[in-house]
């Protein structure tokens, strides 16, 4: 059962065979081009959740209605669904860091024109205006998006898990941070201040996008591939499915989360939101640990354990109706529950980018520059089509039953994604035993068993 050395080919050494002979850049050119995509990422995602602390109640002092600061707030992630898949296919064809600085420069000047909508008196004229901006800011976080995870995939083969969890904290800090800083720069200056400042910081990355932003070649090679062959093989794609039902039992308890603690704890949304930054805390504090774990361990194990460990911690966030005799609903047992859940859902999405770049090499010997953008774009889109769905299915779900309940049959639907979990590992050990026997090269971090004794090749 031991492979040979020639045999034992790492993930990192089978991407970067696949890339074109373009010039290394330095370690410091490297640098300095991941901590910009960072930033880039960070205001990117601030203006995504910034109004989300003013807006309402901009909207209730102007008479809007709170369904229309709903379709205002919802514009950004359903643009971000959309545009990932847009934007694998244009860094087929054009220079990355030239579709950074429009995308970049396009925020910028979208959050300033944001900021002179409160000059538009007709609230008709408003929400227009507000809804169309916010679709051109979506659209172009969304190449933001991709751009970032496929420039870093190319810049560090090596640590793909561990850069993803550095990208993914970078977001997380801004979705955790941004809404209070809305509302501190709203209630010092009102809704034009809240703009302009993120405008002017927008300005500044844009400027360190340009001069700090090494260029890296994403361009089609001559290997080709398209969106297709990557659609087409499910083994390649579910783990971005995954990816994106972990962010489903993520973002579910978001909108019901301030109406429990008032009715039950007769706590404000001091405390709501005191809860929701544990909870992404966790996500912020183990999320770079868990991805340099990803790169050196076994990313397979990782995923798997996701599948069983979020949905048991669900049980106790309720509580579950069957733990009512031994957990009762407190303020501490909610708040660690959510800050074990910030913990486990790294596990199930930091692996996925990794695993699908694996499993395409493993079934296909080498992947082309275009399929690894796709395969970008389609893990991008995951996160924002996890958080659609369960923000959606919270309100729905929450109309007909308790926080206690809810929280508990969304747990147990969460289980058919763990048999599927189940099924896929069975899917990729064959794919990857008949790969072997066929004498291919194929992952070092083989993930599961193989004649009653788990394999890890990662050392």
């Given at each position: 059962?031991?492979?040979?050395?020639?045999?034992?080919?790492?993930?990192?050494?089978?991407?970067?065979?696949c890339?074109?002979?373009?010039?290394?850049?330095?370690?410091?050119?490297?640098?300095?081009?991941?901590?910009?995509?960072?930033?880039?990422?960070?205001?990117?995602?601030?203006?995504?959740?910034?109004?989300?602390?003013?807006?309402?109640?901009?909207?209730?002092?102007?008479?809007?209605?709170?369904?229309?600061t709903?379709?205002?707030?919802?514009?950004?992630?359903?643009?971000?669904?959309?545009?990932?898949?847009?934007?694998?296919?244009?860094?087929?064809?054009?220079?990355?860091?030239?579709?950074?600085?429009?995308?970049?420069?396009?925020?910028?000047?979208?959050?300033?024109?944001?900021?002179?909508?409160?000059?538009?008196?007709?609230?008709t004229?408003?929400?227009?205006?507000?809804?169309?901006?916010?679709?051109?800011?979506?659209?172009?976080?969304?190449?933001?998006?991709?751009?970032?995870?496929?420039?870093?995939?190319?810049?560090?083969?090596?640590?793909?898990?561990?850069?993803?969890?550095?990208?993914?904290?970078?977001?997380?800090?801004?979705?955790?941070?941004?809404?209070?800083?809305?509302?501190?720069?709203?209630?010092?200056?009102?809704?034009y201040?809240?703009?302009?400042?993120?405008?002017?910081?927008?300005?500044?990355?844009?400027?360190?996008?340009?001069?700090?932003?090494?260029?890296?070649?994403?361009?089609?090679?001559?290997?080709?591939?398209?969106?297709?062959?990557?659609?087409?093989?499910?083994?390649?794609?579910?783990?971005?499915?995954?990816?994106?039902?972990?962010?489903?039992?993520?973002?579910?308890?978001?909108?019901?989360?301030?109406?429990?603690?008032?009715?039950?704890?007769?706590?404000?949304?001091?405390?709501?939101?005191?809860?929701?930054?544990?909870?992404?805390?966790?996500?912020?504090?183990?999320?770079?640990?868990?991805?340099?774990?990803?790169?050196?361990?076994?990313?397979?194990?990782?995923?798997?354990?996701?599948?069983?460990?979020?949905?048991?911690?669900?049980?106790?966030?309720?509580?579950?109706?069957?733990?009512?005799?031994?957990?009762?609903?407190?303020?501490?047992?909610?708040?660690?529950?959510?800050?074990?859940?910030?913990?486990?859902?790294?596990?199930?999405?930091?692996p996925?980018?990794?695993?699908?770049?694996?499993?395409?090499?493993?079934?296909?010997?080498?992947?082309?520059?275009a399929?690894k953008?796709?395969?970008?774009?389609?893990?991008?889109?995951?996160?924002?089509?996890?958080?659609?769905?369960?923000?959606?299915?919270?309100?729905?779900?929450?109309?007909?039953?308790?926080?206690?309940?809810?929280?508990?049959?969304?747990?147990?639907?969460?289980?058919?994604?763990?048999?599927?979990?189940?099924w896929?590992?069975?899917?990729?050990?064959?794919?990857?035993?008949?790969?072997?026997?066929?004498?291919?090269?194929?992952?070092?971090?083989?993930?599961?068993?193989?004649?009653?004794?788990v394999?890890?090749?990662?050392?």
């Open positions: 059962n031991n492979l040979s050395s020639t045999m034992r080919v790492s993930i990192s050494e089978r991407v970067s065979m890339e074109p002979n373009t010039p290394e850049p330095s370690s410091f050119q490297k640098l300095c081009t991941f901590v910009l995509i960072n930033l880039s990422l960070f205001v990117s995602y601030a203006l995504y959740t910034l109004p989300g602390a003013f807006l309402p109640i901009y909207n209730m002092d102007r008479g809007i209605g709170a369904a229309s709903g379709i205002i707030l919802a514009c950004v992630p359903l643009c971000y669904i959309i545009v990932c898949p847009i934007a694998g296919k244009l860094l087929d064809k054009y220079s990355a860091k030239t579709m950074l600085l429009i995308s970049t420069g396009m925020l910028a000047v979208v959050t300033f024109l944001s900021a002179a909508l409160g000059h538009v008196t007709s609230n004229w408003f929400i227009c205006l507000i809804v169309l901006l916010r679709l051109i800011q979506g659209a172009n976080g969304g190449v933001i998006d991709v751009i970032a995870f496929a420039i870093t995939a190319k810049i560090y083969p090596n640590n793909i898990a561990l850069t993803t969890s550095i990208i993914e904290t970078s977001l997380n800090l801004a979705v955790a941070f941004s809404p209070f800083l809305g509302g501190v720069f709203y209630e010092a200056g009102g809704f201040l809240s703009f302009v400042v993120t405008a002017c910081a927008v300005t500044v990355v844009l400027i360190g996008t340009f001069f700090g932003v090494t260029n890296v070649d994403t361009t089609k090679d001559e290997d080709g591939g398209n969106l297709f062959s990557v659609l087409k093989e499910v083994t390649v794609w579910f783990p971005a499915w995954h990816s994106a039902a972990c962010m489903i039992l993520f973002n579910f308890y978001i909108p019901i989360l301030s109406p429990y603690v008032q009715e039950t704890f007769n706590a404000g949304p001091t405390f709501a939101g005191f809860a929701l930054l544990i909870n992404t805390a966790g996500i912020c504090i183990t999320a770079p640990v868990l991805g340099h774990l990803m790169d050196k361990l076994n990313p397979y194990v990782f995923m798997a354990a996701s599948a069983f460990l979020l949905p048991v911690s669900y049980w106790f966030l309720g509580p579950a109706p069957f733990m009512a005799g031994v957990l009762t609903a407190s303020k501490t047992q909610l708040l660690v529950a959510l800050g074990v859940i910030g913990v486990l859902v790294p596990l199930g999405c930091y996925g980018l990794l695993i699908m770049f694996d499993i395409y090499t493993v079934k296909f010997g080498k992947m082309p520059q399929v953008n796709y395969i970008t774009s389609i893990y991008c889109a995951s996160f924002p089509l996890g958080g659609c769905i369960g923000s959606a299915m919270s309100g729905v779900i929450a109309e007909r039953l308790s926080f206690g309940l809810s929280t508990t049959y969304i747990s147990f639907a969460f289980l058919v994604q763990t048999v599927l979990v189940i896929w590992c069975i899917v990729v050990w064959r794919v990857k035993r008949e790969a072997k026997r066929a004498k291919l090269s194929f992952s070092e971090s083989n993930p599961l068993i193989d004649n009653g004794e394999r890890n090749y990662g050392n």
